[in-house]
């Protein structure tokens, strides 16, 4: 099976609509390159693993920040919301597998669903499960998981079950210590909060080619302008006029990367009025001017 491309596309509620893998094996694997682009906010009904490959990742679950050194990995369960980016200038990789319950349960009434799946489905307080090298069980799952991507992207003889076998193994490691990778129960606020950042931040992606204020964006959850602000803060430790500017330069970075088209054009593409602004904004959070960014990304290539 060939690598997918990270190409995170999410419908209004902020779930990803792209599929991973295919019906009848729903998995895929991801190399992604984090010097280049970071994973925006998204969420999807499948678990995913990321295994840093190189460098220093930071995994934003929520309201939570996780970093990661190579060589150890996150395991993120089923609807939470996440994003991931580099922490230094500096290359950085990382593997994902991001596959459905059912590869590994088949059916809801199957004995291993309802010993390997249920109980993780069911565990509103296991959003994630940070993965370190240097304890035996978990550094375990970690081989698992590296050896499972490596099946599913070689593709030889009898993958398909080779697959399930490790992803069953890697459950039942995390089925039997899973009262020590609890975490503190969400609250009925922060789940509300969790529901409202989604809609907002899809909000924004859909139009943020376009103007958009403060009163935009809190509208489009039903909230006041004080609850907008409060939950992005709560949530994703930003404002929401912050977050748009970042996802604006992430898609002008995309474009300056794989286009020829001229600054300007991109950046009112983007939804910047003002030039100036656009180059001031993209070497803050880049560190390198439009131009300058385009032709270190094309000699890298």
């Known amino acids: ?11 209004k509620f ?53 970093s990661l050194t190579q ?60 993965l370190n090298q240097s304890i035996s069980w978990q550094n375990s799952i970690i081989e698992n998981m590296n ?24 459950f039942h490691l995390i089925h039997l210590h899973q009262q020590l990778t609890e975490h503190i129960l969400p609250d009925k606020q922060e789940q509300v909060n969790s529901e409202r950042i989604k809609t907002m931040i899809r909000y924004i992606e859909k139009n943020y080619q376009d103007e958009i204020s403060l009163d935009m964006i809190a509208c489009s959850a039903s909230i006041s302008k004080s609850a907008c602000l409060r939950c992005f803060r709560q949530m994703i430790n930003s404002t929401p006029i912050r977050y748009l500017i970042q996802y604006r330069i992430e898609r002008a970075a995309e474009a300056l990367q794989n286009s020829n088209e001229q600054v300007n054009v991109i950046a009112i593409t983007c939804g910047f009025s003002d030039v100036s602004y656009f180059s001031k904004c993209f070497r803050e959070l880049k560190g390198y001017a439009p131009l300058d960014y385009r032709k270190n990304r094309t000699n890298n290539k």
């Not at 690598?3 to 419908?11: A, G, P």
């Not at 792209?18 to 010097?35: E, N, Q, V």
């Open 14 to 66: 902020q779930k990803e609509i792209i599929p991973h893998g295919i019906t009848m094996f729903p998995i895929a694997c991801y190399d992604d390159d984090l010097t280049s682009m970071s994973v925006p906010w998204h969420w999807h009904d499948e678990f995913e693993c990321i295994i840093i490959t190189e460098g220093v990742a930071q995994v934003h679950i929520e309201n939570q920040t996780i």
């Open 147 to 170: 050896t499972t991507w490596q099946i599913v992207v070689d593709e030889a003889e009898d993958f398909e079950n080779e697959t399930r076998f490790y992803l069953s193994k890697s």
């Open 71 to 130: 060589g150890n990995a996150l395991f993120i369960n089923s609807t939470i919301l996440h994003r991931v980016d580099k922490v230094i200038e500096s290359p950085c990789r990382c593997h994902s597998l991001v596959f459905h319950a059912r590869l590994i349960g088949g059916s809801v009434d199957s004995i291993f669903w309802q010993k390997l799946i249920a109980p993780l489905l069911q565990n509103t307080a296991l959003r994630y499960l940070c």
């Open 1 to 11: 099976m060939s690598l997918s491309t990270c190409n995170v596309e999410t419908d």
